[in-house]
């Protein structure tokens, strides 16, 4: 589902595109529509989901359609730590970029300074507020904050902040707010106290439930983390250097699938490709190819990573980080099939490194990180703390997506599985 059919503001659709967010994840797609339909709601979902702009969206929309009282807070998200208060604020300044809607991350164990500026924008009205619950009510108990205007709550991370103690933080916040207002309540697992707290808070809410799967436990998975420009060169070098007679590569644009392919066929590789602009004739004739092994490689985008059914896929490649866990998992899905082996190799550039960690959380664990051969030279750090993705950077920015190829530097080895050395290359 796309954005646009959403129905969401232009100046918010401006802002997704800024941020390269294509087409909706499933929890957008579930959640968006009952909250613009102003409904209670009570999701289960977990980071990596697109959950944050699956309540952001709908509430920013909102403000910019209805009438929204400026100089009061109108939405107020409350959320366990001062890492993800800054996160939800920094995807709320990328998405709302076009638009003149007010956000400040409200959070502890910053200076003075920062409490003055909280205490000013608090007191002088701002339209959302991030909060963590410890520093909200310092703020509350001098009296200046305004809430009677607040028609939007969300609880984000519920369950971790019932974990960590905030539950009598958080009725007191609430206590703050009006009667009349929605109450979004997102929270990753549904125990039975985040059951009585939704009895507590919520009037008739929108259940939605994004079951994240996990992968086969018989799929190899793993990554090179490398520069853009290393991806192409390094899928032919996997290529040519193993023996996979059946191998998909899934590219999350036509452009590039449509590159790959074409760089792919003029080495000589068996190689077709797959995409939604390829009449359905010529698809149809792609897949009994490859179905009956007259072609060894399929570069596709995800209109095949989910629901084909094609055994004995021994290689998926994944040219680029899917944009969640559930793509994800779909995508190296089509390999290890019917509890036969396979692998999944990801590649990751450095504007993806932030992405693929999610991922990784999602799937509680690190992915091994293959060492990049010599040849192609250094390779980044893979240290997603400290890479932003594309997506969050100002429209305007500029800056470009492809870090040309560094000349030679020493290899860095800090990223490493610790049981590969430098001369231990896997082969994959
Ligand atoms: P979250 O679960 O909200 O922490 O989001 C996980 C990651 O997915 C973040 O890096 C978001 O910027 C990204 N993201 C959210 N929605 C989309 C989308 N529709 N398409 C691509 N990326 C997305």
Redesign the pocket.
């Known amino acids: 589902m796309n ?1 646009r059919e959403l129905g969401l503001e232009e100046r918010l659709l401006e802002g ?1 595109d800024a ?7 499933p ?2 797609a579930q959640v968006i529509q009952p909250i613009l339909a102003g409904r209670d709601i009570i999701a289960s ?10 309540f952001l969206l709908p509430i920013v929309h909102k403000m910019l359609t209805q009438q929204h009282s400026s100089h009061h807070i109108n939405a107020l998200i409350i959320v366990p730590t001062r890492e993800l208060a800054i ?2 604020a920094e ?1 709320m300044e ?1 998405l709302s970029y076009f638009t003149d809607i007010s956000c400040i991350a409200v959070y502890g164990g910053g200076d003075g300074n920062s409490f003055t500026a909280e205490k000013k924008a608090l007191s002088s009205g701002v339209d959302m507020v991030v909060c963590t619950p410890g520093r909200m009510i310092a703020h509350l108990n001098m009296g200046y904050v305004k809430m009677q205007e607040v028609k939007y709550l969300v609880l984000d991370e519920a369950d971790r902040m019932l974990d960590m103690g905030f539950n009598d933080d958080i009725m007191k916040i609430i206590s703050f707010l009006p009667k009349q207002r929605q109450n979004l309540l997102f929270s990753a697992t549904m125990p039975s106290k985040m059951r009585d707290l939704a009895r507590k808070l919520l009037q008739n809410p929108a259940e939605i439930n994004i079951a994240v799967s996990k992968p086969p436990e018989q799929i190899v998975q793993q990554a090179f983390v490398v520069y853009e420009p290393q991806k192409i060169p390094l899928i032919k070098y996997v290529l040519n250097n193993s023996d996979y007679t059946r191998v998909i590569i899934f590219c999350s644009k036509k452009q590039n699938v449509k590159q790959l392919s074409s760089e792919l066929k003029r080495a000589k590789f068996s190689v077709e490709e797959i995409h939604s602009d390829l009449l359905q004739d010529k698809r149809e004739q792609v897949m009994q190819d490859f179905r009956n092994r007259k072609l060894k490689i399929l570069v596709a985008t995800d209109i095949l990573s989910r629901g084909i059914d094609i055994e004995e896929i021994e290689l998926v490649i994944n040219y680029d980080v899917p ?3 559930e793509d994800y998992i779909h995508r190296i899905g089509r390999t290890a099939r019917a509890a036969t082996s396979g692998t999944a190799i990801t590649f990751i550039s450095e504007a993806e490194q ?2 693929f960690a ?1 991922i990784e959380t999602l799937l509680g664990k690190q992915v091994d990180k293959l060492i990049v051969p010599e040849q192609f030279g250094a390779a980044p750090e893979y240290a997603p703390r400290s890479h932003k ?1 594309m ?2 950077r100002r429209p305007n920015q500029g800056g470009g997506n492809r870090p040309s190829l560094r000349p030679n530097k020493p290899r860095p080895n800090n990223s490493r599985p610790s049981n590969q050395g430098p001369n231990n290359q896997t082969n994959p």
């Open positions: 954005f997704i941020m390269g967010y294509e087409t909706a994840t929890v957008q979902a977990q980071t990596g989901t697109g959950k944050t702009a699956a996160q939800i995807t990328g944009n969640d866990g932030r992405k999610q993705p997506g969050n």
